[in-house]
């Protein structure tokens, strides 16, 4: 009797993890300081963007016309495709024509 009662409250215990649901939470963009963002940069500009598409993949290809190099953009280069997530939940960035930002971007 004791043996049927333990493997009853083993196996229920076993089913409750198996089947328990635990909540769901989007991902937390890690919010740095503009030094911090700029340290991380693989590249940092002013530009605005030119044209924003959509891809397949749920990402923008977002191309920027380049008003100020700021690291790792050479003077003459006037232009730059940026990909970024299409959900604010991925972190992307929903970005607007006509608008100028202050763009650190990273590989």
């Known amino acids: ?4 009662l333990l493997i009853s409250i083993v196996v229920t215990l076993v089913l409750s ?5 635990s ?3 989007a991902c937390t963009c890690i919010a ?4 911090e963002a700029f340290e991380k940069s693989s590249a ?13 993949d749920r990402s ?7 008003e100020r190099p700021i690291k790792n953009i ?3 280069m006037t232009k730059i495709t940026l990909t970024t997530p299409v959900q604010d939940s991925a972190c ?3 970005f607007e024509n006509n608008t100028r930002y202050l763009i650190h971007a990273q590989e």
């Open 44 to 56: 940092s500009f002013v530009g605005s963007p030119l044209k924003i598409e959509f891809t397949s």
């Open 74 to 76: 050479s003077e003459d």
């Open 17 to 21: 993890m198996l089947f328990s649901t």
């Open 32 to 35: 740095l300081t503009e030094r």
């Open 92 to 94: 992307g960035y929903s």
């Open 1 to 4: 009797m004791k043996s049927r």
């Open 60 to 66: 923008n290809l977002v191309t920027f016309q380049i």
């Open 23 to 25: 909540d769901a939470h």
